[in-house]
């Protein structure tokens, strides 16, 4: 069966400081992998996705930015962390396009101070 | 125009209660849409997918129009356990021609003995 693997579960980092959080997915080949956000009380923001190895789209300016160096690794990172980086930060993957399910990490709790 | 609106709630209701959610998007060419839910500071899990001819798991219904790009979720006979946040997702066209999935900010769900 498929899983997903999303590291840390918290995180408290100083502003201006550099971030990489990591997500891997088993069981599944060239799954579609996407990075949302949540801000304290709000949506799922949609950061960025990728349909294959060093393909990325991101949805808005920011601060950070997504790798896929290998075909079930996904990569957020960030040089400097600004205070309004912090949020709930969570991985997950699809198989395919169209009517697929969407499969999420258990998430890491970013603050930063 | 966001491009997948819900109410946020909270819907407050006594246990055994019906209640029903609405969201409505914005992107005509979205494909497949579905429900999911959401306790605190815990990952989306998917409730269910949402069908054009409607489709029922249990207490939970969940409808789909078109022509009027909106869906809803209907809970019968509410449990304590059923407080959560509910998210509506629509798989909407990306620029690559791809697609992706974009979460509405969720209704709050906060059923009471």
């Known amino acids: 069966s498929q899983t997903i693997h999303q590291w840390p579960a918290t995180l408290v980092q100083p502003v201006g400081s550099p971030l990489s959080l990591e997500c891997t997915v088993e069981?599944?080949?060239?799954?579609?992998l996407y990075w949302y956000r949540q801000a304290a009380g709000r949506g799922l923001q949609l950061l960025f996705y990728?349909?294959?190895?060093?393909?990325i789209s991101s949805e808005v300016p920011q601060n950070l930015s997504a790798s896929r160096p290998q075909d079930r690794q996904f990569i957020l990172s960030s040089k400097k962390l600004l205070l309004s980086d912090s949020g709930f930060y969570l991985c997950?993957?699809?198989?395919?396009?169209?009517?697929?399910?969407?499969?999420f990490g258990s998430g890491t709790q970013l603050s930063v101070l | 125009r966001k491009e997948v609106e819900q109410d946020p709630g909270p819907f407050n209701v006594p246990e055994g209660a019906t209640v029903a959610f609405n969201c409505t998007y914005s992107?005509?060419?979205?494909?497949?849409f579905f429900w999911y839910r959401q306790d605190c500071r815990k990952e989306p899990k998917l409730l269910m997918s949402v069908y054009s001819s409607g489709n029922e798991d249990g207490r939970f219904t969940a409808q789909l129009n078109r022509a009027s790009q909106y869906i809803s979720l209907l809970i019968r006979d509410s449990k304590l356990s059923d407080s959560a946040t509910y998210l509506c997702?629509?798989?909407?066209?990306?620029?690559?021609?791809?697609?992706?999935?974009?979460f509405g900010s969720g209704t709050r769900l906060l059923v009471r003995p």
């Open positions: 997950a993957w699809a198989l395919g396009t169209g009517s697929e399910k969407l499969f």
């Open positions: 992107n005509s060419a979205s494909q497949s």
């Open positions: 990728s349909v294959g190895i060093g393909q």
């Open positions: 997702v629509v798989n909407t066209p990306g620029g690559d021609s791809s697609y992706k999935l974009i």
């Open positions: 069981g599944t080949s060239n799954p579609n």
